[in-house]
Protein backbone atom coordinates (compact mmCIF):
# COMPACT_ATOMS: atom_id res chain seq x y z
CA UNK A 1 0.00 0.00 0.00
CA UNK A 2 1.59 3.27 -1.36
CA UNK A 3 1.59 6.28 1.57
CA UNK A 4 2.87 9.30 1.21
CA UNK A 5 6.27 10.39 2.54
CA UNK A 6 6.19 13.38 5.33
CA UNK A 7 8.27 14.97 7.20
CA UNK A 8 7.03 14.09 10.73
CA UNK A 9 10.18 11.74 11.43
CA UNK A 10 12.91 14.84 10.60
CA UNK A 11 14.17 17.24 12.91
CA UNK A 12 13.25 20.30 11.13
CA UNK A 13 15.94 23.26 11.38
CA UNK A 14 14.21 26.05 13.62
CA UNK A 15 14.96 28.57 10.45
CA UNK A 16 13.40 26.92 8.01
CA UNK A 17 9.92 27.95 7.85
CA UNK A 18 11.40 31.39 7.67
CA UNK A 19 13.62 30.81 5.68
CA UNK A 20 10.84 29.39 3.20
CA UNK A 21 8.52 32.05 3.82
CA UNK A 22 10.76 35.01 2.68
CA UNK A 23 10.67 34.02 -0.91
CA UNK A 24 6.81 35.20 -0.85
CA UNK A 25 7.74 38.16 1.28
CA UNK A 26 5.98 41.31 -0.37
CA UNK A 27 4.11 40.00 -2.77
CA UNK A 28 3.09 42.18 -5.27
CA UNK A 29 -0.41 43.88 -5.03
CA UNK A 30 -2.41 43.16 -8.45
CA UNK A 31 -3.70 46.85 -9.56
CA UNK A 32 -6.04 48.34 -12.09
CA UNK A 33 -5.68 52.15 -13.32
CA UNK A 34 -6.48 54.42 -12.49
CA UNK A 35 -5.30 54.42 -8.84
CA UNK A 36 -3.23 56.44 -6.85
CA UNK A 37 -0.63 54.97 -4.37
CA UNK A 38 0.43 57.18 -1.57
CA UNK A 39 4.37 55.72 -0.10
CA UNK A 40 5.59 57.52 3.38
CA UNK A 41 8.72 55.63 4.85
CA UNK A 42 10.05 56.50 8.65
CA UNK A 43 13.08 56.04 9.84
CA UNK A 44 12.66 53.94 12.64
CA UNK A 45 14.75 51.60 15.06
CA UNK A 46 14.60 50.18 18.23
CA UNK A 47 11.87 51.39 20.85
CA UNK A 48 10.63 53.49 18.02
CA UNK A 49 10.31 50.93 15.78
CA UNK A 50 8.66 48.42 18.12
CA UNK A 51 6.41 51.59 19.28
CA UNK A 52 5.48 52.05 15.77
CA UNK A 53 4.36 48.64 15.50
CA UNK A 54 2.27 48.89 18.06
CA UNK A 55 0.74 51.75 16.83
CA UNK A 56 0.16 49.68 13.83
CA UNK A 57 -1.69 46.83 14.91
CA UNK A 58 -3.73 49.06 17.22
CA UNK A 59 -5.01 51.36 14.10
CA UNK A 60 -5.97 47.69 12.86
CA UNK A 61 -7.98 46.40 15.63
CA UNK A 62 -9.93 49.78 15.57
CA UNK A 63 -10.69 49.28 12.11
CA UNK A 64 -11.41 45.50 12.72
CA UNK A 65 -8.83 44.07 10.36
CA UNK A 66 -6.42 41.18 11.92
CA UNK A 67 -2.96 42.75 13.19
CA UNK A 68 0.08 41.25 11.46
CA UNK A 69 1.21 38.14 13.69
CA UNK A 70 4.00 38.62 15.87
CA UNK A 71 7.98 38.75 13.88
CA UNK A 72 6.00 39.66 11.02
CA UNK A 73 7.42 42.07 8.69
CA UNK A 74 4.78 42.57 6.39
CA UNK A 75 1.12 42.85 6.02
CA UNK A 76 -2.10 44.50 4.33
CA UNK A 77 -5.66 45.58 4.93
CA UNK A 78 -8.22 46.86 3.13
CA UNK A 79 -10.60 49.62 4.61
CA UNK A 80 -13.50 50.18 2.15
CA UNK A 81 -11.90 51.40 -0.95
CA UNK A 82 -8.13 52.00 0.56
CA UNK A 83 -5.63 48.96 0.87
CA UNK A 84 -2.77 49.66 3.30
CA UNK A 85 0.52 48.20 3.26
CA UNK A 86 2.82 48.05 5.83
CA UNK A 87 6.74 47.14 5.54
CA UNK A 88 9.10 47.04 8.39
CA UNK A 89 12.51 47.15 7.29
CA UNK A 90 15.85 47.38 9.36
CA UNK A 91 16.26 51.00 9.68
CA UNK A 92 12.77 51.84 8.51
CA UNK A 93 9.26 51.17 7.97
CA UNK A 94 6.99 51.83 4.94
CA UNK A 95 3.18 52.50 4.90
CA UNK A 96 1.70 52.36 1.44
CA UNK A 97 -2.32 53.75 0.80
CA UNK A 98 -3.41 52.28 -2.58
CA UNK A 99 -6.86 54.44 -3.29
CA UNK A 100 -8.84 53.32 -5.97
CA UNK A 101 -11.69 55.31 -7.12
CA UNK A 102 -12.82 53.97 -10.38
CA UNK A 103 -12.59 56.81 -12.28
CA UNK A 104 -9.63 59.56 -13.35
CA UNK A 105 -8.59 62.12 -10.96
CA UNK A 106 -9.61 65.78 -11.58
CA UNK A 107 -6.25 66.55 -10.25
CA UNK A 108 -2.60 64.63 -10.06
CA UNK A 109 -3.19 62.26 -6.54
CA UNK A 110 -6.23 63.73 -5.50
CA UNK A 111 -7.98 61.31 -3.02
CA UNK A 112 -11.56 61.98 -1.09
CA UNK A 113 -11.83 63.08 2.38
CA UNK A 114 -12.05 59.84 3.83
CA UNK A 115 -8.95 58.28 2.74
CA UNK A 116 -7.17 61.42 3.76
CA UNK A 117 -8.71 60.89 7.34
CA UNK A 118 -7.90 57.60 7.47
CA UNK A 119 -4.69 58.15 6.56
CA UNK A 120 -4.09 61.25 8.92
CA UNK A 121 -5.58 59.04 11.82
CA UNK A 122 -2.31 56.33 11.29
CA UNK A 123 0.63 58.59 13.04
CA UNK A 124 4.12 57.20 13.86
CA UNK A 125 6.34 58.37 15.95
CA UNK A 126 9.67 58.11 13.48
CA UNK A 127 11.40 60.30 11.39
CA UNK A 128 9.65 60.81 7.82
CA UNK A 129 11.73 60.30 5.55
CA UNK A 130 9.94 59.84 2.10
CA UNK A 131 6.80 60.50 1.10
CA UNK A 132 5.37 59.88 -2.54
CA UNK A 133 2.16 60.57 -4.50
CA UNK A 134 2.56 58.25 -7.26
CA UNK A 135 -0.46 57.92 -10.07
CA UNK A 136 -1.55 55.21 -12.53
CA UNK A 137 -3.34 56.29 -15.65
CA UNK A 138 -5.14 54.35 -18.40
CA UNK A 139 -3.73 56.77 -21.25
CA UNK A 140 -1.42 56.16 -24.61
CA UNK A 141 -0.51 60.08 -24.40
CA UNK A 142 2.28 59.70 -21.81
CA UNK A 143 4.99 61.94 -22.90
CA UNK A 144 1.94 64.48 -23.29
CA UNK A 145 0.71 64.02 -19.85
CA UNK A 146 4.35 63.62 -18.43
CA UNK A 147 5.07 67.35 -19.81
CA UNK A 148 2.02 69.07 -18.84
CA UNK A 149 2.59 68.21 -14.55
CA UNK A 150 6.38 67.61 -14.56
CA UNK A 151 9.13 70.59 -14.78
CA UNK A 152 10.95 69.87 -18.09
CA UNK A 153 14.33 70.63 -17.05
CA UNK A 154 14.01 67.61 -14.29
CA UNK A 155 12.04 65.57 -15.86
CA UNK A 156 12.61 61.97 -16.92
CA UNK A 157 10.79 59.33 -18.80
CA UNK A 158 11.42 55.48 -19.43
CA UNK A 159 9.46 52.63 -21.61
CA UNK A 160 9.05 49.94 -19.28
CA UNK A 161 10.68 46.98 -20.43
CA UNK A 162 7.56 44.43 -19.30
CA UNK A 163 4.94 45.87 -21.80
CA UNK A 164 3.15 49.13 -22.93
CA UNK A 165 3.99 51.61 -19.68
CA UNK A 166 5.78 54.72 -19.34
CA UNK A 167 7.09 56.30 -16.06
CA UNK A 168 7.65 59.98 -15.64
CA UNK A 169 8.86 62.18 -13.05
CA UNK A 170 10.78 64.96 -11.90
CA UNK A 171 12.51 63.87 -8.66
CA UNK A 172 10.93 67.60 -6.77
CA UNK A 173 8.86 67.97 -3.96
CA UNK A 174 5.69 69.41 -4.52
CA UNK A 175 3.65 72.05 -2.47
CA UNK A 176 2.35 69.72 -0.28
CA UNK A 177 5.91 67.73 0.06
CA UNK A 178 5.25 64.66 -2.02
CA UNK A 179 7.57 63.47 -4.59
CA UNK A 180 5.33 62.99 -7.93
CA UNK A 181 5.73 59.86 -10.28
CA UNK A 182 3.75 59.06 -13.00
CA UNK A 183 2.81 56.19 -14.65
CA UNK A 184 0.98 55.71 -17.87
CA UNK A 185 -0.85 52.13 -18.79
CA UNK A 186 -0.87 51.52 -22.04
CA UNK A 187 -2.12 47.58 -21.50
CA UNK A 188 -0.12 46.07 -18.75
CA UNK A 189 -1.96 43.28 -16.76
CA UNK A 190 -2.86 43.97 -13.11
CA UNK A 191 -0.31 41.80 -11.82
CA UNK A 192 2.57 43.40 -14.34
CA UNK A 193 0.83 46.96 -13.15
CA UNK A 194 1.76 46.06 -9.47
CA UNK A 195 4.91 45.04 -9.82
CA UNK A 196 5.83 47.76 -12.21
CA UNK A 197 4.49 50.24 -9.02
CA UNK A 198 6.07 48.67 -6.22
CA UNK A 199 9.31 49.05 -8.25
CA UNK A 200 9.16 52.08 -9.12
CA UNK A 201 7.81 52.72 -5.15
CA UNK A 202 11.33 50.86 -3.90
CA UNK A 203 13.51 53.18 -6.22
CA UNK A 204 12.08 56.55 -5.15
CA UNK A 205 12.48 54.89 -1.57
CA UNK A 206 15.82 54.10 -1.95
CA UNK A 207 16.78 56.55 -4.04
CA UNK A 208 16.34 58.68 -1.01
CA UNK A 209 17.64 56.57 1.61
CA UNK A 210 21.01 56.04 -0.44
CA UNK A 211 21.67 59.53 -0.40
CA UNK A 212 21.99 59.47 3.38
CA UNK A 213 25.21 59.21 3.24
CA UNK A 214 26.21 62.14 1.66
CA UNK A 215 25.36 64.81 4.69
CA UNK A 216 27.24 62.03 6.82
CA UNK A 217 30.80 62.33 4.35
CA UNK A 218 30.39 66.22 4.67
CA UNK A 219 30.13 66.26 7.90
CA UNK A 220 33.18 63.86 8.02
CA UNK A 221 35.24 65.91 5.72
CA UNK A 222 36.92 68.74 7.60
CA UNK A 223 37.35 66.53 10.66
CA UNK A 224 39.49 64.01 8.18
CA UNK A 225 40.98 67.02 6.51
CA UNK A 226 42.18 68.32 9.64
CA UNK A 227 43.69 64.62 11.11
CA UNK A 228 45.37 64.40 7.60
CA UNK A 229 46.92 67.52 7.75
CA UNK A 230 47.75 67.76 11.27
CA UNK A 231 49.44 63.92 9.96
CA UNK A 232 51.81 65.42 7.85
CA UNK A 233 52.68 67.90 10.67
CA UNK A 234 53.37 64.84 13.19
CA UNK A 235 55.84 63.31 10.93
CA UNK A 236 57.40 66.14 10.00
CA UNK A 237 58.47 67.07 13.67
CA UNK A 238 58.88 63.59 14.07
CA UNK A 239 62.32 64.03 11.71
CA UNK A 240 63.69 66.22 14.17
CA UNK A 241 62.42 65.07 17.26
CA UNK A 242 65.21 64.12 19.55
CA UNK A 243 63.92 64.63 22.74
CA UNK A 244 62.21 62.54 24.96
CA UNK A 245 59.41 64.35 26.61
CA UNK A 246 58.84 65.85 23.08
CA UNK A 247 58.62 62.27 20.95
CA UNK A 248 56.32 60.98 24.29
CA UNK A 249 53.98 64.74 23.20
CA UNK A 250 53.76 63.70 19.89
CA UNK A 251 52.96 60.07 20.64
CA UNK A 252 50.27 61.14 22.60
CA UNK A 253 48.77 63.67 19.84
CA UNK A 254 48.73 60.87 17.28
CA UNK A 255 47.01 58.67 20.02
CA UNK A 256 44.53 61.42 19.77
CA UNK A 257 43.97 61.90 16.47
CA UNK A 258 43.45 57.90 15.86
CA UNK A 259 40.63 58.14 18.39
CA UNK A 260 39.21 61.09 16.89
CA UNK A 261 39.35 59.19 13.50
CA UNK A 262 37.94 55.82 14.75
CA UNK A 263 35.44 57.47 16.28
CA UNK A 264 33.76 58.75 13.13
CA UNK A 265 34.84 55.63 11.63
CA UNK A 266 32.75 53.77 13.42
CA UNK A 267 29.77 56.15 13.47
CA UNK A 268 29.71 55.87 9.67
CA UNK A 269 30.32 52.62 8.93
CA UNK A 270 26.71 51.48 9.25
CA UNK A 271 25.37 54.18 7.51
CA UNK A 272 27.92 54.15 4.18
CA UNK A 273 27.27 50.52 4.28
CA UNK A 274 23.93 50.85 4.13
CA UNK A 275 23.69 53.84 1.28
CA UNK A 276 25.74 51.47 -0.67
CA UNK A 277 23.63 48.31 -0.31
CA UNK A 278 20.86 50.65 -1.35
CA UNK A 279 22.40 52.18 -4.30
CA UNK A 280 22.69 48.67 -5.26
CA UNK A 281 19.16 48.11 -5.00
CA UNK A 282 18.16 51.36 -6.52
CA UNK A 283 20.36 50.02 -9.45
CA UNK A 284 18.98 46.31 -9.82
CA UNK A 285 15.21 47.99 -9.82
CA UNK A 286 16.15 50.47 -12.87
CA UNK A 287 17.28 47.77 -14.59
CA UNK A 288 14.10 45.27 -14.58
CA UNK A 289 11.46 48.02 -15.22
CA UNK A 290 13.62 50.07 -17.61
CA UNK A 291 13.17 49.40 -21.85
CA UNK A 292 14.56 52.50 -23.40
CA UNK A 293 14.85 56.32 -24.27
CA UNK A 294 11.29 58.62 -25.12
CA UNK A 295 11.43 61.30 -27.06
CA UNK A 296 14.71 62.60 -25.77
CA UNK A 297 14.40 62.69 -22.56
CA UNK A 298 16.80 61.28 -20.07
CA UNK A 299 15.77 58.14 -18.47
CA UNK A 300 15.73 57.12 -15.06
CA UNK A 301 19.05 55.37 -14.91
CA UNK A 302 21.11 58.39 -16.46
CA UNK A 303 19.20 61.20 -14.49
CA UNK A 304 19.91 59.61 -11.07
CA UNK A 305 23.31 58.08 -12.66
CA UNK A 306 24.16 61.65 -12.91
CA UNK A 307 23.03 62.95 -9.08
CA UNK A 308 23.46 59.99 -7.38
CA UNK A 309 26.81 58.79 -8.47
CA UNK A 310 28.84 61.61 -7.23
CA UNK A 311 27.38 61.50 -4.02
CA UNK A 312 27.99 57.78 -3.65
CA UNK A 313 31.71 58.19 -4.62
CA UNK A 314 31.59 60.66 -1.94
CA UNK A 315 30.68 58.43 0.65
CA UNK A 316 33.33 55.28 -1.41
CA UNK A 317 36.11 58.32 -0.71
CA UNK A 318 35.38 59.30 2.67
CA UNK A 319 35.23 55.68 4.06
CA UNK A 320 38.39 55.14 2.27
CA UNK A 321 40.07 58.30 3.48
CA UNK A 322 39.22 56.91 6.77
CA UNK A 323 40.69 53.27 6.24
CA UNK A 324 43.77 54.90 5.05
CA UNK A 325 44.24 57.60 7.13
CA UNK A 326 44.18 54.61 10.27
CA UNK A 327 46.25 52.90 8.46
CA UNK A 328 48.72 55.80 8.33
CA UNK A 329 47.96 56.67 12.01
CA UNK A 330 48.99 53.19 13.12
CA UNK A 331 52.37 53.02 11.29
CA UNK A 332 53.01 56.18 12.40
CA UNK A 333 52.20 55.77 16.07
CA UNK A 334 54.35 52.43 15.85
CA UNK A 335 57.34 54.14 14.18
CA UNK A 336 56.97 57.42 16.96
CA UNK A 337 56.55 54.45 19.90
CA UNK A 338 59.31 52.18 18.57
CA UNK A 339 61.66 55.47 18.96
CA UNK A 340 60.50 56.01 22.55
CA UNK A 341 61.21 52.51 23.30
CA UNK A 342 64.81 53.08 22.17
CA UNK A 343 65.29 56.46 23.63
CA UNK A 344 63.95 54.46 27.19
CA UNK A 345 66.32 51.87 26.85
CA UNK A 346 68.99 54.40 26.20
CA UNK A 347 67.97 55.97 29.04
CA UNK A 348 67.69 52.62 31.23
CA UNK A 349 71.20 51.80 29.78
CA UNK A 350 72.71 55.19 31.45
CA UNK A 351 71.04 54.50 34.54
CA UNK A 352 72.50 50.78 34.92
CA UNK A 353 76.18 51.84 33.89
CA UNK A 354 75.70 54.91 36.80
CA UNK A 355 74.34 52.53 39.19
CA UNK A 356 76.90 50.66 38.38
CA UNK A 357 79.71 53.08 39.15
CA UNK A 358 78.17 54.04 42.02
CA UNK A 359 78.11 50.49 43.32
CA UNK A 360 81.84 50.46 42.49
CA UNK A 361 82.50 53.29 44.24
CA UNK A 362 80.58 52.00 47.44
CA UNK A 363 82.36 48.82 47.56
CA UNK A 364 85.81 50.66 47.50
CA UNK A 365 84.21 52.98 50.56
CA UNK A 366 82.98 49.92 51.98
CA UNK A 367 86.31 48.64 51.58
CA UNK A 368 88.29 51.38 53.08
CA UNK A 369 85.53 51.50 56.36
CA UNK A 370 86.37 47.83 56.83
CA UNK A 371 89.95 48.48 57.37
CA UNK A 372 89.18 51.17 59.26
CA UNK A 373 87.00 49.11 61.20
CA UNK A 374 89.45 46.49 61.76
CA UNK A 375 91.95 49.02 62.96
CA UNK A 376 89.50 50.70 65.12
CA UNK A 377 88.43 47.06 66.96
CA UNK A 378 91.30 45.62 67.00
CA UNK A 379 92.60 49.29 68.74
CA UNK A 380 89.68 48.60 71.18
CA UNK A 381 90.52 44.91 71.88
CA UNK A 382 94.32 45.46 72.33
CA UNK A 383 93.50 48.38 74.77
CA UNK A 384 91.14 45.95 76.64
CA UNK A 385 94.00 43.75 76.44
CA UNK A 386 96.48 45.71 78.02
CA UNK A 387 94.17 46.24 80.56
CA UNK A 388 93.96 42.69 81.60
CA UNK A 389 97.90 42.24 81.33
CA UNK A 390 97.74 45.25 84.05
CA UNK A 391 96.08 43.96 86.35
CA UNK A 392 97.89 40.78 85.89
CA UNK A 393 101.44 42.06 86.21
CA UNK A 394 99.81 44.24 89.61
CA UNK A 395 98.16 41.12 90.85
CA UNK A 396 101.71 39.50 90.91
CA UNK A 397 102.16 37.48 88.09
CA UNK A 398 105.67 37.64 85.99
CA UNK A 399 104.15 39.55 83.04
CA UNK A 400 105.51 42.60 81.78
CA UNK A 401 102.61 44.54 80.15
CA UNK A 402 103.98 46.53 77.43
CA UNK A 403 105.99 43.41 76.12
CA UNK A 404 102.68 41.39 76.27
CA UNK A 405 100.30 43.98 74.86
CA UNK A 406 103.27 44.44 71.77
CA UNK A 407 102.84 40.99 70.84
CA UNK A 408 99.01 41.02 70.95
CA UNK A 409 98.51 43.33 68.55
CA UNK A 410 98.66 40.98 64.92
CA UNK A 411 97.14 38.62 66.88
CA UNK A 412 94.14 40.89 67.43
CA UNK A 413 94.27 42.46 64.43
CA UNK A 414 94.55 39.13 62.31
CA UNK A 415 91.54 37.77 64.55
CA UNK A 416 89.13 40.63 64.44
CA UNK A 417 90.16 41.01 60.25
CA UNK A 418 88.86 37.04 59.84
CA UNK A 419 85.94 37.30 61.62
CA UNK A 420 84.76 40.80 59.89
CA UNK A 421 85.73 38.99 56.58
CA UNK A 422 83.20 35.91 57.79
CA UNK A 423 80.77 37.95 58.35
CA UNK A 424 80.72 39.83 55.17
CA UNK A 425 80.82 36.86 53.09
CA UNK A 426 78.14 35.34 55.19
CA UNK A 427 76.04 38.74 53.98
CA UNK A 428 76.93 38.12 50.58
CA UNK A 429 75.72 34.61 50.75
CA UNK A 430 72.23 35.62 51.86
CA UNK A 431 71.90 38.36 49.12
CA UNK A 432 73.06 35.90 46.39
CA UNK A 433 70.02 33.12 47.47
CA UNK A 434 67.83 35.87 48.34
CA UNK A 435 68.10 37.11 44.58
CA UNK A 436 67.83 33.54 43.07
CA UNK A 437 64.62 32.80 44.74
CA UNK A 438 63.51 36.37 43.59
Known sequence: ???????????????????????????????????????FAFLSQGEVAAADRQKFVAFCMSHGQAPPDAGTKHHQVTIDTTQLRWEQHSEFSTFTWIVSSGTPARRFGEIGDQSAALIRSLSQSGQLLVAVKLEVEQTSAALERAQELFERGSLAVAAVRSGPAVVASDFRSDDQGFVR??????????????????????????????????????????????????????????QGAEDLKLNNHLLTELTALAASLERGAAGSLFRFGASRAYYEIVQARLAVIEGGEIAGYPTWSSFLAR?????????????????????????????????????????????LRSMDERTRLQLRLQSTVEGLSVAAIGYYVVSLFGYLAKGAHDGGLHVEPSLATAIFVPVAVAVVWIVTRNIRRRHLKHDERSGAHD
Open 1 to 39: MNRDLDLAGFELHPQRGAVLGEVHARPFTRLIAPVTVLR
Open 181 to 238: ILVCNDGLSPGRLGALVQRVLEIETYRTLALLGLPAALELAPSVDHIGRRLVEVLEEM
Open 307 to 351: RMAPAMRTCATMEDRQADLSIKLARAADLLRTRVDVELEEQNRDL
